[in-house]
């Protein structure tokens, strides 16, 4: 259960040194009624879920190492977020259904082109808008292939990684001419892919 509890070592009366069990942030802000966030949720250790599956339908965990009952808030909520794209979880470890159930399922998408131009523009402006405008559409390209029931990329570009290749070309000038070699520093094919380092190759070169 270290997942749910955060340990620390001190050192006892006798100057031992000891374990000292403390709650997590998930334990308090289910005591408190707050709102708990689990970042990356679909890459949790799979033998956390189950855990979390029980604690949430009985709306209390036991604590083995302190020997208490923890009862949560009946205002606790926890959010969850999760990588998946075109209803094949390629994110991480799959999400077990059990757990699954117990949540409202959002998909949030991609910007739109335009707006993720306009955020590219407020970034980086002095980067010409051409460049810009390459860097969206190859990444739409990018996008749209990973998500196919075939696909040959590895994976999306996120907004996260245009936005800071765009802000080495503002700062760094002379990299606006060699967009190919920079925007792999940012998206890697392994070499052991030739079917998908062809294709970036010529996403590259468009």
Not at 103 to 109: K, L, R, T, Y
Not at 145 to 173: D, M
């Amino acid at each position: 259960l270290d997942r749910y509890l955060a340990r620390e070592y001190g050192v006892d009366a006798d100057g031992k040194k000891t374990t000292i069990w403390m709650p997590s942030e998930f334990i308090e802000g289910m005591k408190a009624g707050d709102l708990v966030i689990f970042d990356e949720f679909d890459k949790l250790d799979p033998t956390v879920k189950p855990l979390l599956n029980a604690a949430l339908q009985k709306g209390e965990v036991f604590l083995p190492e302190t020997g208490e009952y923890v009862r949560f808030h009946r205002h606790a909520r926890v959010i969850t977020l999760r990588n998946k794209t075109g209803g094949i979880n390629r994110g991480g470890t799959l999400t077990g259904a059990d757990v699954q159930d117990r949540f409202i399922s959002i998909g949030v998408d991609y910007l739109p082109e335009d707006e993720e131009l306009a955020l590219l523009r407020s970034e980086a402006p002095q980067v010409p808008i051409d460049i810009l405008q390459r860097l969206v559409k190859l990444a739409s390209a990018i996008r749209g292939n990973y998500r196919s029931r075939r696909p040959t990329l590895p994976g999306p570009v996120s907004t996260r990684s245009l936005v800071r290749l765009a802000r080495h070309l503002n700062r760094f000038k002379a990299d606006r001419d060699r967009i190919p070699h920079v925007f792999q520093k940012i998206y890697y094919v392994p070499d052991n892919n030739p079917r998908a380092r062809q294709l970036l190759s010529d996403l590259l070169s468009g």
